[in-house]
Structure formats: structure tokens, C-alpha cells
């Protein structure tokens, strides 16, 4: 018995939706591998210590295993120094090839391991939906808005994200290839939205307030607030490695006491800093001209503008937060999730407010 078309769609969109939903859980995973410290837990890759799944104890790993990884990963980063070489970047070569921390070995942590282990494999189930979203795009061409030409363009996006994650490995969390790797997973996720859109599956209401281009510059401003607070994170390891924070006590526990010295970082951190009180005023003000246009706002709470002023006022309370107690593990992890949130919801809206698809490609 063949589907009909409602049913082939309400399916594609249900796998779309899983798809999406796996690419955001990696910033929570990736978020929690940051801030434990547990990028390096496995040090090889697709493996976990040459094996499949992490072991329970040092026990069961060679004696000469650091030594045995230790050389892996300096085969890898020399190939990759070789390619920096080639595209003319020299001296981000030779700092690579000079970095101690990649040359030192790393020892098994049972706990570490396994949280980096757990992200990888969520990293393998977003592979899966997205392979399955995009089989079922190429089978139900022209009985469905498939957009499988997005979808194609997410699993490259996925698929090279997962190489440069194994390149964040070996380079034991290399400064701005981090960043990249941030990057690319937002883009992944864009793509599966843009994609999953074209099927008919944002609708928000309220949207007038704004045009189309206005919700996009939003994004983009928003987004790229993003991207350098994954910048701005990296300052702060090189900071903490400087022994340039000012700091009273332990900071590398759950709950850090002490403050950041934000006046060490550069200015993409202060835009970083201030730019959400810029989105929230202007939110507000949004509102309070919806108001007056409609009358008393009712249901504000499903409101696109309540909803990113609300993401942006919790978004300044953990920073503050990171300043205040310097960067503490739990708030790094909700940190990166509500920034993942917003930005992912400001997208969605984005795409609900009637613009064209072309005008997105």
C-alpha cells in the first residue's frame, strides 16, 4: 500500500525534526566536554584508546599506552602541519609543531573518557538521521518540497565537522580550530532548518513587528556574538595558562571563587559582553510598540519577542556569572546551550517571517 503525500511528509518532517534535534544536542555535549576538561579523554580517534568503547580502568590499556597514542596523535599533527604548510600558513605550522602540550602524553581518566566518548557517539547518531533525512529526500523527489539540495549541504557540512573534531583531538584543543569546529556545527544545523522549512514547518506568530530582513540581521548580529564568545572562551585557556586571571582561591573546581580580569581580554569581548543588552533593550522596546499597536499583549509568553528577551536576560546572568566565579563548569555548559537557543530560535523565526527561499540560498 503506497503513503500519500501527507503521509510521506509528516514522516520526512518527523525525521528532519530528529535530525535537528541531534545536531543541537552536540552543543550540549560539546558544551560539557569543554568545560570538564575532557576534550583530550580520548586520545585517538574514532577510537577510545584503540578500542570501541572506552575501558573501565588503566588496567586494561598497555603499559607503554601513553607513549603509543602519544605518537599517533604527532603522526596526525604533522600531516596537518603539512596541509597548513601547503596553504601558505607557515607560522601557524611551525607553532603547532612547537606546542609542549601536544607532546605530552595523556593519561587515561575513566570519567573524562567516557563523557568524550558519549558526545562522539550522539555525533555518530546525527550522521544516522542525517543519512536516513537525506535518503528519504532522494526517494521522494517530486512527491514532496524535499529540499534535499539543504540536506546534501548538511551532510557535508556534518561529515566534515566530524574530521575537524578529530582534528581538535589531536591538536589538543588548538585555539581557533576549536572555534571552527563551533562554527561548523551551526551551519550544519542551519542547513537542516532551511531544509526542513522548505517542507513547511515553522510558523510563528507576530512576526510583522519585524521585516524579513530585519529578523535576518538580527541573526546574523546575534550569531556572530556567538561565534566570538567561542573565541572569547579560548582567551580565557590562554589566560588560566598565563596565570593572568585574578582570582582568589581554586577555579578549577565545579564552583570556582574569584573573578575574571576582563579587562586582559580583547575587544570582540567586550562586544561579545555588551551586544545582549543591546538585543534585550531593543526587545523590549518591540514589545512595548507591539503593545500599544494591538492592544494589551496576550499569551506574551509565546511571543517570539518575549521569548528571545527572556534567552538573552538568562544569557546575561550566566555571563555574569562566568565573570564573577571565572568561567565555572556548570555555567559554561547552560552558557553554551541558551547561546545555541537563541541563536537556533532567532533562525527559525528568520525562516517563519516570509522570505523567500531564494533569498536565503
Same mark, same amino acid.
Given at each position: 500500500?503506497?503513503? $500519500? ?17 541531534? !545536531? ?8 560539557? *566536554?569543554?568545560?570538564? #576538561? ?49 596553504? #601558505?600558513?607557515?607560522?601557524?605550522? #611551525? ?13 587515561? &581518566? ?16 546525527? @550522521?544516522?538521521?542525517? !543519512? %536516513? ?19 546534501? %549541504?548538511?551532510?557535508? =557540512? ?18 581557533? *580550530?576549536?572555534?571552527? &569546529?563551533?562554527? =561548523? ?26 521585516? @524579513? ?22 582567551? !580565557?585557556? $590562554? ?11 581554586? !577555579? ?19 562586544? &561579545? /559582553? ?10 523590549? +522596546? ?6 500599544? *499597536? ?7 509568553? /509565546? ?10 536576560? =538568562?544569557?546575561?546572568?550566566? @555571563? ?9 563548569? +556548570?555555567?559554561? %555548559?547552560? &552558557? ?26
Amino acid at each position: 500500500m503506497l503513503l $500519500s503525500n501527507d503521509k510521506i511528509l509528516n514522516i520526512y518532517r518527523r525525521m528532519g525534526f530528529f535530525t535537528c534535534s541531534s !545536531v543541537f544536542l552536540l552543543f550540549f555535549f560539546g558544551g560539557l *566536554v569543554r568545560a570538564t #576538561g575532557s576534550g583530550m579523554g580520548c586520545p585517538d580517534w574514532p577510537k577510545c584508546f584503540g578500542l570501541w568503547a572506552p575501558p573501565t580502568c588503566e588496567c586494561k590499556l598497555p603499559g607503554n599506552y601513553q607513549q603509543i597514542f602519544l605518537q599517533k596523535r604527532l603522526q596526525k599533527v604533522e600531516r596537518f602541519a603539512k596541509v597548513l604548510t601547503a596553504l #601558505g600558513m607557515e607560522e601557524s605550522a #611551525g607553532k603547532l609543531r612547537s606546542d609542549r602540550s601536544i607532546q605530552e602524553p595523556e593519561a587515561f &581518566h575513566p570519567v573524562k573518557a567516557w563523557i568524550e566518548y558519549i558526545n562522539r557517539l550522539f555525533g555518530v547518531l546525527s @550522521g544516522l538521521f542525517a !543519512v %536516513v533525512y537525506f535518503g528519504m529526500a532522494i526517494m521522494f523527489r517530486g512527491r514532496i518540497d524535499s529540499g534535499k539540495g539543504w540536506g546534501l %549541504v548538511g551532510l557535508f =557540512l556534518l561529515l566534515l565537522n566530524g574530521w575537524l573534531g578529530s582534528l581538535v583531538v589531536a591538536t589538543n584543543l588548538l585555539p581557533g *580550530v576549536v572555534t571552527l &569546529h563551533f562554527l =561548523l556545527s551551526f551551519l550544519c544545523l542551519f542547513a537542516y532548518m532551511v531544509s526542513l522549512h522548505k517542507a513547511g514547518s515553522f510558523r510563528f506568530e507576530g512576526l510583522s513587528v519585524l521585516s @524579513g530582513k530585519q529578523w535576518f540581521y538580527l541573526w546574523l548580529s546575534v550569531f556572530f556574538v556567538v561565534i566570538i564568545g567561542a573565541w572569547s572562551r579560548e582567551q !580565557v585557556d $590562554s589566560l588560566r595558562m598565563a596565570d593572568k586571571l585574578y582570582v582568589d582561591g581554586d !577555579v578549577t573546581g565545579f564552583l570556582g571563587w574569584g573573578m575574571l580580569d576582563v579587562f586582559a581580554m580583547d575587544g570582540l569581548f567586550a562586544l &561579545h /559582553r555588551y551586544m545582549p543588552f543591546v538585543v534585550l533593550g531593543w526587545m523590549i +522596546w518591540l514589545m512595548r510598540k507591539q503593545g500599544s *499597536v494591538v492592544g494589551p499583549l496576550k499569551q506574551s509568553w /509565546r511571543n517570539p519577542l518575549m521569548a528571545i528577551a527572556m534567552l538573552c536576560a =538568562l544569557q546575561i546572568a550566566l @555571563g555574569v556569572v562566568h565573570i564573577w566565579f571565572v568561567v565555572p563548569a +556548570w555555567a559554561q %555548559v547552560a &552558557h553554551v546551550v541558551v547561546g545555541s537557543a537563541l541563536i537556533t530560535y532567532i533562525f527559525a523565526v528568520y525562516l517563519a517571517s516570509g522570505v523567500k527561499q531564494s533569498q536565503i540560498a
